[in-house]
């Protein structure tokens, strides 16, 4: 079975800065995108940030410039460098992996709980 675990979500004030961190456990044979999607009450999730197997990166172009996302594939884990905050980045950050559990299995989304992050004075 496989868990996302996302942590370090939590109050800022605006202009500062927050990481969050997605691990991934369990049974996993190899992960190919990694990606951050967030929700505000009251609206659809938008796609924050991915990366790719080869790093290549994309981001919403509201967070280009402040945001970074990035991976440690020995730790199965995917990053979100989170700079400049702004109250409109307020939000429910989910992690989404694309992956495959085993050898011979097709590579599938799997989803963190997500994490609240709230940007205010």
């Known amino acids: 079975q496989v868990q996302l675990v996302e942590s370090g979500g939590g109050l800022v004030q605006p202009g500062g800065s927050l990481r969050l961190s997605c691990a991934a456990s369990?049974?996993?044979?190899?992960?190919?995108?990694m990606g951050w999607y967030r929700q505000a009450p009251g609206t659809q999730r938008e796609l924050v940030a991915t990366?790719?197997?080869?790093?290549?990166?994309n981001y919403l172009d509201s967070v280009k410039g402040r945001f970074t996302i990035s991976r440690d594939n020995a730790k199965n884990t995917v990053y979100l460098q989170m700079n400049s905050l702004k109250p409109e980045d307020t939000a429910v950050y989910y992690c989404t992996m694309y992956l495959k559990p085993q050898r011979g299995i097709r590579y599938s989304s799997y989803w963190g709980q997500g994490t609240q992050v709230a940007v205010s004075s």
């Open positions: 369990g049974s996993i044979f190899s992960i190919n995108g």
């Open positions: 990366i790719q197997s080869d790093d290549t990166t």
